[in-house]
C-alpha cells in the first residue's frame, strides 16, 4: 500500500512542478510576436499594434492590458514597420478599435503607442494596395505630416506632448475612410 501511495504522490509532485515550470514568469513569449487588428482581437491579421509592444498583441500577451502580464517590450526592441502589410479594411479596423480608447493613467503609454502603431500599419497598407497609394491621397498626407511633426520620435513622452495631433490624425483619417468606404472594402 504504501508503494501505490508513494507512487502517487510522486506523480502528483511531477504534475506540479511541470505546471509551475510552464507558467512561470519566464515561459511569457519575449519579442514580437504576430499582433492582431484591433477590429476584433483575434482576427489573425497582422498589425503593428497593435503595436508590438503595444497594441494587441500586448493584449494579447497579457489579456487585454500590457500591465497584467510581463512588461510589454521596449519601442526599441519592436519595429512596426517590420510586420507586413495588411489589407486596408483591416488595417482600418484596427485604428477603428482604438476610437473608444483614452489616455487613462497606467495605460496612456499603451494607447497612445497603439494609435501611433495603428496609423503606420493603415499607412503602408495603403501605399502596398493594389489600387495605389494615389487612391489615399489625404491618409497619406496626414500620416506623413503627423510623422514630420514628430521628427522620428516615437517614445512616450513625445507622443504624449503631440497627443492632441496623433488623435487629430486618427480622427480626421476615421471621416475620410468613413466617407470613401468603396475605397477599402
Request: glycine share 12%.
Amino acid at each position: 500500500m504504501f508503494t501505490s501511495t508513494a507512487r502517487g504522490a510522486a506523480i502528483v509532485v511531477a504534475a506540479l512542478a511541470a505546471l509551475t515550470v510552464s507558467c512561470g514568469p519566464g515561459s511569457q513569449q519575449a519579442g514580437p510576436t504576430a499582433p492582431t487588428t484591433a477590429g476584433s482581437a483575434t482576427t489573425g491579421a497582422t498589425s503593428p499594434a497593435t503595436s508590438p509592444g503595444t497594441g494587441a498583441a500586448a493584449e494579447a500577451t497579457t489579456g487585454g492590458s500590457p500591465s497584467a502580464g510581463a512588461p510589454a517590450p521596449s519601442a526599441a526592441a519592436v519595429d512596426p514597420a517590420a510586420a507586413p502589410p495588411v489589407k486596408v479594411r483591416d488595417a482600418f479596423a484596427g485604428l477603428q478599435a482604438t476610437l473608444g480608447g483614452s489616455c487613462t493613467p497606467g495605460e496612456c503609454a499603451f494607447f497612445l503607442g497603439r494609435v501611433y502603431d495603428e496609423l503606420h500599419q493603415l499607412d503602408r497598407s495603403m501605399k502596398a494596395d493594389p489600387k495605389g497609394p494615389g487612391h489615399f491621397p489625404e491618409p497619406i498626407a496626414l500620416v506623413a505630416k503627423l510623422d514630420a511633426e514628430l521628427a522620428g520620435d516615437r517614445s512616450f513622452d513625445n507622443l504624449k506632448e503631440h497627443q492632441g495631433v496623433l488623435l487629430g490624425t486618427r480622427d480626421k483619417i476615421n471621416t475620410w475612410m468613413q466617407g470613401h468606404p468603396d475605397d477599402y472594402r
